[in-house]
């Protein structure tokens, strides 16, 4: 045991078994998870209990939010593993490097500026490392996407569109959880788009320089619904005769999983996990538009949409050489509602590179098991386990964590004022 690198983890919600089903299973030997923090008691034991019962774990120390300092002093970590809700990240981020541990943090890092700041700065002042835990990276299609434009394949890359389609099981998903208001997940141009611009920031080796957005909430939210001729209103899914029929409820009653991390917990902090997507205090955007300037020069027009009929992405690349297509197609998955390697399983996928003079060819992508495409085993054996050497440079830093939100972060101020925002005005490195 005393090889062993010791881990803690704060936040325990749906995201949260990602991280320490990994710790406790597969890299038990090298790995071992010493406690549990969270606001939410029932939660607290729900976690520890699922451990007993999958990897007849011995039981981790549990403690509430304020003993956050208490559980660093008694246990001693090596990592702190966060994965609360994204307005809460940079507390705990911040504490524990103060407190001398490294840490390794679900995206996003942050959601805002101020917070980002606070961040660089702790890491500045104590020495300590953040890692930014970027699944997308390493799956197969994206990590070949990266090496044909690092090998020249199209030449220097001028143009990307990105478009990224959330359909009506996963995309309406957000809008029944915390993510729903804004203060919490910064809207889906933090919370979710993290992924896609880091993707770009990647695939493109650069970073964004100015950003522009045209975001709005325009299928969801109970305006909306009205104005469709919806009349059938609720609160929240589980229970509600109105909701009965609707496919965007989400019912948890039976659903033995949902019951006991949710239902059972609300008990202590009155969180509910199933709101309707029509109701009111919708604050975040459903149909985003952004356009962003790269040092590289490189532009890109980018779209979100969460009610789309299908779930998957098209990123198109076009350089001083050709051509790259990326087209994938991906389970839909709601969290902590079911298997968790559905999510993001590429289901199709395809690369097909057009030569500027030429002829067009397919680029063989292989298959590759696990959630986000493949990269979820691969990403985790980089953290947890011995990592290999790898030529793509996938490991994401504390400084590709913040290069992702600030173009979100960016757009949002850009919604709000309706103006291009200059990346180099928001954080100081």
């Excluded at 039976?254 to 109701?279: I, T």
């Excluded at 399983?345 to 030569?355: D, E, H, N, R």
């Excluded at 063989?364 to 050497?389: K, Q, R, S, T």
Aim: charged share 25%; proline share 3%.
């Amino acid at each position: 045991m005393a090889n062993k690198k010791r881990y803690v983890q704060v936040g325990v919600g749906g995201r949260a078994r990602f991280f320490y089903n990994a710790v406790a299973g597969t890299y038990g030997e090298t790995s071992e998870l010493v406690a549990f923090c969270d606001i939410n008691r029932t939660r607290l034991e729900y976690a520890q209990q699922a451990l007993v019962e999958k990897y007849n774990y011995t039981k981790v120390a549990l403690y509430a939010a304020d003993e956050f300092d208490k559980m660093i002093e008694e246990q001693k970590p090596d990592y702190v593993i966060v994965t609360t809700i994204d307005r809460t990240h940079h507390k705990y981020i911040i504490r524990a490097m103060e407190l001398g541990c490294d840490v390794i943090s679900e995206k996003p890092m942050t959601m805002d500026a101020d917070k980002c700041q606070a961040i660089l700065d702790a890491i500045k002042r104590t020495g300590k490392n953040l890692r930014v835990t970027f699944n997308y990276r390493y799956a197969p299609h994206n990590s070949i996407a990266r090496q044909l434009i690092m090998d020249g394949t199209i030449g220097e890359v001028k143009q990307v569109h990105f478009e990224w389609l959330l359909n009506t099981k996963h995309g309406a998903d957000y809008f029944r959880r915390w993510h729903r208001d804004k203060r919490n997940s910064g809207g889906l141009l933090v919370h979710k788009s993290t992924h896609h611009f880091d993707l770009v920031n990647f695939w493109l080796g650069t970073r964004p320089k100015q950003v522009f957005s045209y975001s709005d909430l325009l299928f969801y939210g109970r305006e909306n619904a009205e104005n469709r001729g919806v009349t059938k209103f609720y609160y929240r899914g589980s229970g509600s005769e109105n909701a009965k029929g609707d496919p965007f409820a989400l019912n948890m009653i039976g659903h033995k999983g949902m019951e006991a991390l949710y239902m059972n917990a609300e008990k202590d902090d009155g969180y509910l996990r199933d709101q309707s997507v029509f109701g009111d205090g919708i604050s975040i955007e459903d149909t985003m538009g952004v356009m962003v300037k790269y040092e590289s020069g490189a532009i890109l027009t980018y779209a979100l949409n969460a009610y789309s009929p299908y779930e998957g992405f098209r990123a198109c690349f076009t350089g001083t050489k050709g051509r790259i297509e990326l087209s994938v197609t991906e389970a839909s998955y709601v969290n902590a509602g079911g298997d968790a390697k559905l999510e993001g399983a590429a289901k199709t996928k395809s690369i097909t590179v057009f030569p500027m003079f030429g002829e067009s060819y397919d680029v063989e992508i292989p298959e590759a098991e696990g959630g986000h495409g493949g990269g979820d085993p691969i990403l985790l054996n980089d953290i947890f386990g011995v990592p290999e050497y790898d030529p793509l440079e996938r490991a994401a830093s504390h400084v590709d964590g913040a290069m992702s939100i600030l173009t979100g972060i960016a757009a949002n101020k850009s919604i709000a004022t309706g103006m291009p925002v200059n990346i180099k005005d928001l954080v100081t490195f």
